[in-house]
């Protein structure tokens, strides 16, 4: 295993690659996760040892204790009812030492008590989807990192070689190279992706700024942009000035299940480069975003690739419904009536408040007002292909597949191939906009041509604030204009 990390050893690497990452412990305490509501901590030795049960894999926590329980407490959680969502007050945290001394931590565990018929000495045991280990200490690196690994057999397209030499004495014995590195920067970070038989290991070393939560979070979401690929991590190390702060999911391995194409087709040699150009660029937009949540765009990326492993009739909407919630999230300013529009507006506002009309008569007519004081998602995409943004044609598709998604339409099997080559339009659509939104600019796959060819991409959005100074060219009144005609 070639992962370097810092607090894990060799064969730990090995066992979570393997998914049988156990950890016997000295040491286990259980305690409520909020302090003053008069529960108990559990307490006493035990082990915690990963599972491939369920569909996100899970640690399970297993505890001995040697102390006596009270009926009622041991049946405490059998009260739980079903079909409420389970309170705060329910989940304990974890707080353990393993064999070699090192402290580990998990949070969100519903502990489910085994007793036997004494009620003196039971087990306790409960799942975590992950857990973690920190070292803190006041040294302060010479550069910040962050090392993520991925379980799975994931292409990367490469561009270093890696040699590796073996010496008997002073005599060279074997030498052996292989293209299994991808070397580059981005946005301020030096980026080395190892690509492994069954894993993938990426590792990102600052230049300039701090790693939080939210920095590795973008990184994994460019990586997955990039790769056009839905990945679980299953480890992930930080070392920033505070200490070493390790990770450990107990995420499946990765399988590429999805119809849906990555932006660029790639092999394992990268040719040009253009896969890590768009991850750069999709980094550099999305560290402005500092939430420690999913960047909104890369949700919607990720609902399309999900969508690929399901049905159709799923890919159609959401395929069709992320092209609309992109534009609302990137493009907000294009489309926006004029201010003689939102006046006209507000006068027939006015003259429907006089009217005799029934409440519910007086509520409709006021919200369709409302609503047309925003752009329609139509409206929006024609004015970018009059600007030259984006092709008219994949409009035209994307009318088609939305009006039928949004009408539950149940899709003919004599019309599969129809609709597929429909998606494939929606999806090409999908990542012009994503192009757009993060200033990418370079080669890219056309899924709706024939054959799948590259192209080229290099049409580039004017910054906002230009916009704002183009007035009608680009914020027109789309309700007395003939563009969408």
Known sequence: MEAEMLQLRAEEMEQISNGTFTLDCVKMTLSPSQAGIGKRCYAGSGSIAQTTGGKFGKFRVKIYCDESISPG???????????????DSEYYSLAATDLRGQEWGADRILPDLHVGQDFTGFIVEGDSSEIWTASRSSYWPKAERVTIFYRGT???????????ETYIGDEKATSTGSLNLARFRAAGFELKIRKEEKAITVQA???WQPITDSTWMRIAEGLQIAL????????????????????VSAAPSNEQKTRIGPPIHYQEFDRDGSVWVLFERYLGYALLYQKELSHPIFGLFHSIIESGSASIEAETLASSVGIEALLKEAFVYIGQPSEAFRTEIKMVENAVATMPLSPSLRKRATGSLNAMLSPRTKDQLYIMADGGLIERRLIKAWEELRNKAAHGTIIDPTEFEK??????????LFYQLL???IGYSGAYTDYSSIGYPNKSFKRVLPAISTLNKQGQSIFCDPYVSNQTS
């Open 205 to 207: 070393i600052s230049e």
């Open 73 to 87: 407490e041991a049946f405490a959680p059998l009260r739980l009812q079903p079909g409420t969502l389970i309170g």
């Open 154 to 164: 994931i292409t990367v397209p490469c561009n270093t070689f890696e040699r590796t």
């Open 228 to 247: 056009g690929h839905s990945l679980r991590w299953s480890v992930i190390e930080t070392q920033v000035k505070d200490g070493v702060f390790t990770r």
């Open 419 to 428: 609709y597929v080559r429909l998606c494939d339009s929606n999806l090409v």
């Open 435 to 437: 192009f757009l939104a």
